[in-house]
């Protein structure tokens, strides 16, 4: 099986920074795409950022400019840099990886999230 596990989330004042790590383990035999989703009380889960295999990233209107999305491959790590937090950021964020399990076999796969709170 694959396991995720977030790290990183907190309470922290507006305009402050929070970096989010996620870290895939288990029967990984390549990993297509990971994400960063999130979700706030009452609302419905929202993509926030995304990277695939080659690299190439893409943001969710509200976060852009300010979130940063990477990857260390070598670890089966994503990063979520989130600067300039505002109070609309305050949710729970959900790491989540489509991942091969062997040549043929592939899921989506989820943490189990991780608080973030933007607070004075």
């Known amino acids: 099986q694959v396991q995720l596990v977030e790290s990183g989330g907190g309470l922290v004042q507006p305009g402050g920074s929070l970096r989010l790590s996620c870290e895939a383990s288990g029967r990984i035999f390549r990993i297509i795409q990971m994400a960063w989703h999130r979700q706030a009380p009452g609302t419905e889960r929202e993509l926030v950022a995304m990277?695939?295999?080659?690299?190439?990233?893409d943001y969710a209107d509200s976060v852009k400019g300010r979130f940063t999305i990477s990857r260390d491959n070598a670890k089966n790590t994503v990063f979520l840099q989130m600067d300039n937090l505002k109070p609309e950021d305050t949710a729970v964020y959900y790491c989540?990886?489509?991942?091969?399990?062997?040549?043929?076999?592939?899921?989506?796969?989820w943490g189990q999230g991780t608080q973030v709170t933007v607070s004075s």
């Open positions: 989540s990886g489509y991942i091969y399990t062997d040549t043929t076999q592939w899921n989506q796969y």
């Open positions: 990277i695939n295999s080659g690299g190439s990233r």
